[in-house]
T-cell receptor, first 112, second 111 residues
Framework: NAGVTQTPKFRILKIGQSMTLQCTQD?????MYWYRQDPGMGLKLIYY???????DKGEVPNGYNVSRSTTEDFPLRLELAAPSQTSVYFC???????????FGPGTRLTVL | EDQVTQSPEALRLQEGESSSLNCSYT??????LFWYRQDPGKGPEFLFT???AGEEKEKERLKATLTKKESFLHITAPKPEDSATYLC????????????FGTGTRLQVML
């Protein structure tokens, strides 16, 4: 099993551009999550999904959108990128709400 | 405000010098406390889950313990390869699938 995979690993965007961060898991997990990690701060939840077709906002959803059309995939869309979205983004998945979350390798995004 | 606090922020140890990392929490209705290890440029790697006060889990040189207010990650005779950031996170009643993370302890083990 590959676990949780994320693409791309690195990306530089200009202000106002859009992009999609890809996340795929092969563990048949129902729950999937997007976090961002900024220096000196704990991981912050952006959006999460409890199953295909069901998503909900986390702590810091502004400026992001998600969709979940399959169990395996949970892409994160950035519209109109801003410098405040410069961060490292992690996708995670878990079998159930209280179960261990397993993380992908991350995407380092810089908005200039 | 519900929160998770980790201390110290950074810790430097000599190889073989045992120590403990602390994770204190002020949430009510704890459902689980998770420890992760994170290497630079990598995603968090799961270490342990603790569910109730008094519970202990061990893996190689690491041992995690839990009380009603805090958790400790004890590192016995650490090696340089134990150098990493250790993250603590809690899941508690009413948080609708949200893990609350601490800011981590950066551990450096010197030869």
């Amino acid at each position: 099993n590959a676990g949780v995979t994320q693409t791309p690993k690195f990306r530089i965007l200009k202000i106002g551009q859009s992009m999609t961060l890809q996340c795929t898991q092969d563990m048949n997990h129902n729950y999937m999550y997007w976090y961002r990690q900024d220096p000196g701060m704990g991981l912050k939840l952006i959006y999460y999904s409890v199953g295909a077709g069901i998503t909900d906002k986390g702590e810091v959803p502004n400026g992001y959108n998600v969709s979940r059309s399959t169990t395996e995939d949970f892409p994160l869309r950035l519209e109109l990128a801003a410098p405040s979205q410069t961060s490292v983004y992690f996708c995670a998945s878990s079998y159930s709400r209280t179960d261990t979350q397993y993380f992908g390798p991350g995407t380092r995004l810089t908005v200039l | 405000e519900d929160q998770v606090t980790q201390s110290p922020e950074a810790l430097r140890l000599q190889e073989g010098e045992s120590s403990s990392l602390n994770c204190s929490y002020t949430v009510s209705g704890l459902r689980g406390l998770f420890w992760y290890r994170q290497d630079p440029g990598k995603g968090p790697e799961f270490l342990f889950t603790l569910y109730s006060a008094g519970e202990e889990k061990e893996k190689e040189r690491l041992k995690a313990t839990l009380t009603k207010k805090e958790s400790f990650l004890h590192i016995t005779a650490p090696k340089p390869e134990d150098s990493a950031t250790y993250l603590c996170a809690v899941y508690y009643t009413g948080t609708a699938s949200k893990l609350t993370f601490g800011t981590g302890t950066r551990l450096q083990v010197m030869l």
